[in-house]
């Protein structure tokens, strides 16, 4: 079918000059709207690269950069020396100070390992250590609105689906409790430190620990070089989480020549503890400098005193 020449014909103001103008103004429209895109895509590029390096830098963060935290965390008693890896997976000295300014240090053998990674809303943390935590131990934890909840599980079967809430977490030579400082550098104890767990949580809510559960950490054949005899004794300090989140305490002497007890509390006002030294009646004299230093003589014993 023809078309009419009239809708063929061009109209009158785009001939001459007119259509002249009208094709510069559509080229400029054209190269106007390339140049929006070919600016657009250097924005978008540019944020690509931005995004790619923020997930490079998450997903690659040097282990450095956990150690520095659980340095500040720890007021500097815990450090994480010659630390190799990423945030999520690495492995560091484990070494024990008397915080900033302290010349007094000591370090575990081997290296302690670490694997973060996410779950769910919140962080899974699994440690070992083949020295001290053979048993892998897990931290669960659980951000909330101005809180954090930490869960603390054992791994003994290496399968996450069966984690267990109790048992033993690990154990380490109490000559390591010498890199706090005083008193345990001069008491230069020896022994082992062991540690049991029964559901044990923490949760920081607002600025104060609060604590769940049960913690249970016993020194077995403690001894000393301060005093003549081959070994003190055994003890064990329950702490205990009450309904009010604060930790209740309880020292106890299972065997030995060096008699300790005590009781105390840590909560928002602090650490609060009172205890009392005594000597068998057969080794007092060979105790007797032990008692002068771990507390307020009065008598044939010492009461110890914190907070």
């Not at 779950?119 to 048993?135: E, F, I, N």
């Not at 300090?237 to 009450?242: A, C, Y």
Request: aromatic residues 6%; glycine residues 14%.
């Amino acid at each position: 079918m023809a078309v009419p020449s009239f809708f063929q014909r061009r109209p009158g103001w785009l001939k001459g000059g007119m259509a002249v103008t009208t094709r510069w103004l559509e080229s400029t429209l054209e190269v106007a709207r390339w140049e929006n895109m070919r600016k657009a895509g250097k924005r978008w590029g540019k944020w690509g690269v931005a995004l790619g390096a923020v997930l490079g830098l998450i997903l690659f963060a040097p282990a450095t950069w956990l150690a520095q935290s659980v340095e500040n965390l720890t007021g500097g008693r815990l450090l994480l020396a010659e630390a190799q890896g990423t945030v999520w997976q690495g492995d560091a000295v484990a070494i024990l100070t008397g915080g900033p300014g302290s010349r007094d240090a000591k370090a575990l053998p081997g290296r302690l390992g670490w694997r973060i990674k996410v779950k769910g809303l919140g962080l899974r943390v699994s440690l070992q250590q083949d020295c001290c935590m053979p048993t892998p131990v897990v931290l669960d934890l659980l951000p909330g609105w101005g809180r954090l909840r930490a869960e603390l599980k054992l791994n003994p079967n290496g399968n996450e689906a069966e984690l267990q809430a109790s048992g033993a977490v690990g154990h380490w030579p109490a000559a390591w409790l010498g890199g706090l400082g005083t008193p345990w550098n001069t008491l230069q104890l020896g022994g082992l430190l062991r540690l049991n767990a029964q559901q044990l949580s923490f949760e920081w809510v607002e600025g104060r620990l609060r604590m769940s559960g049960q913690a249970d950490f016993a020194l077995d054949n403690v001894t000393s070089p301060i005093t003549t005899l081959d070994r003190l004794g055994s003890y064990r300090l329950d702490v205990l989480g009450d309904a009010q989140g604060q930790m209740q305490l309880n020292l106890t002497t299972l065997e030995g020549s060096l008699l300790l007890t005590g009781q105390g509390t840590v909560g928002a006002g602090g650490t609060r503890f009172r205890g009392d030294a005594r000597a068998v009646e057969a080794d007092r004299g060979a105790l007797d400098n032990l008692l002068n230093i771990i507390g307020r003589r009065s008598g044939d014993h010492s009461v110890i005193l914190i907070g």
